[in-house]
């Protein structure tokens, strides 16, 4: 269905090909997962598919790509809409109607498929997806997962051969992240649709791949059967790390299959305990009381109540439309409070200022991008010192501190999603705010600068910051947080420790977690420590 025959493919300006000398072919009705660190080559591996890489990304394309049975040279993307359809990072990005109902129906009307034809597929998709009820809703007034499941959609809707997806799970909650897959290899199974995907958050996706496509770095690509393949990467979902740590061979993908080997490792770790989890000082920073969130008729947030601790990371949880972000917003000040007070060290940052309210509280929305506007790295630092009214210098040594090593006339639109995330980050730290709220920070993050980002917030806690992330990224929350909020329809269902409340939870309980349960661990490193 897919064939890459010595491809290669360069860039403008760039001293090496992305991709060098590739071959591979990709059988037809097979789930190919795409893994490798950020920024080796993953998103250019999908754009060869449909053709977008060379004709909309330019450089040059050496071999050749053939995809059900049309050169990709010859045959522009527009020509392979019908054969190849593709979900992007970014879902808002590739809208182009203005509801739902009509997002999924557009791609079908550019087919000139039937009308009866598109209402059916319409409404098999709306069902197929869990997304019913949200037909007649603006787009941009959808949570970034719900923006997720209608973009695929969309895709879904004109029956593609080959289904191209990159970082399709990335903003969805556990649950709806399983149904999207059960939908996609649903596909693969009863229609024979190929499906490549890119995915960092690789323990959602790895247990269904038939081939792993593993990038190192060197423009290669490895491709073979997922267990084999991930015995020798250099990024593994946590089931494989915990394998390897185990010595479990062939290597488990599923929770299932990894039980079934743990039981002797239970035994082992049955004497011993994990570290005791870091205690907050007690010295509250941050103290909301019934804020109220409502966007005409929908109430987003309904009376939350929340307290934040110096040196504490709590981590925000819950499914996709359950008032996380909205409840960032309110806490920031520049969000909608219908109701309710918030006291950041005496003040409310709603009365205040725009720059006084940045020295009480910092917020990383989920897309940094939207804090970047100036054409280099040195400006936005600049301009940052500037606001926040602090030394020359100030954003800079923060990011420096964060990912060192960024060179000062780089674009931000040029940097890696972990790069941008840590320049939004030193330019709101630059202010010194005691609170710092981040949206979904581990959005395009592989597993390696997760590791990295997560003792960054340990810093900033260990500093006297108090850090809130709202994120649906489990092995994350397990390794970073100290305690956890869960959401459900804009209320407080849940709070407590994390390793209380993500093992309660089937849907928050993170792999170690079930694959030695009933022994309290949560993450590998864990596990490593103990048996060392």
Known sequence: MIEFSHVSVTYDGADRPVLRDVDLTIEEGELCLVAGRTGVGKSTLLGAINGLVPHFTGGTLAGRVKVGGLDTATHPPRELASVVGVV????????????????????????????????????????????????????????????????????????????????????????????????????????????????????????????????????????????????????????????????????????????????????RLAERRPAAAAQSSGEAILTARGVRVRYGNVNAVRGVDLRLDRGEVVALMGRNGSGKSSLLWALQGSGPRSDGTVDVLGADPKTLRSRAARTRVGLVPQTPSDLLYLDSVEAECRQADVESEVTAGTARKLLDRLVPGIEDDTNPRD????????????????????????????????????????????????????????????????????????????????????????????????????????????TVDAVAKALA
């Open 415 to 522: 940097l890696s999603e972990g790069q941008r995330l840590a320049l939004v980050l030193a330019v709101q730290l630059a202010a010194a705010p005691p609170v710092v709220l981040l949206d979904e920070p581990t959005r395009g993050l592989d597993y390696p600068a997760k590791r990295h980002f997560a003792t960054i917030l340990a810093d900033l806690a260990a500093e006297g910051h108090a850090v809130l992330l709202a994120t649906h990224d489990v092995e994350f929350v397990a390794s970073a947080a100290h305690r956890v909020v869960v959401l459900a329809e804009g209320e407080v269902v849940a709070d407590g420790p994390t390793a209380d409340v993500v093992v309660a939870s089937p849907a928050f309980a993170p792999q170690v977690a079930k694959i030695l349960a009933p022994e309290p661990w949560l």
């Open 88 to 267: 992007g990072q970014d879902p808002l990005a590739g809208f182009v109607t203005d509801t739902v109902e009509e997002e999924l129906a557009y791609a079908m009307e550019q087919l000139a498929v039937a009308p009866d034809v598109m209402r059916k597929r319409v409404e098999e998709t709306l069902d197929l997806l869990g997304i019913a009820e949200l037909r007649d809703r603006p787009l941009r007034t959808l949570s970034g997962g719900q923006q997720q499941r209608v973009a695929i959609g969309a895709v879904l809707t004109a029956h593609p051969s080959v289904l191209v997806l990159d970082e399709p799970t990335s903003a969805l909650d556990p649950t709806a992240a399983e149904e999207v897959l059960a939908a996609i290899t649903r596909l693969v199974h009863d229609l024979g649709t190929t499906v490549v995907v890119a995915e960092h958050r690789m323990e959602r996706v790895a247990q269904y791949a038939d081939r792993l496509l593993y990038l190192p770095g060197d423009g290669t690509v490895v491709s073979g059967q997922p267990a084999e393949v991930f015995a020798e990467t250099d990024v593994a979902p946590p089931i494989v790390e915990l394998g390897r740590l185990a010595g479990w061979s062939p290597l488990p993908l599923s929770v299932r299959d990894a039980r079934r080997l743990a039981r002797p490792l239970r035994e």
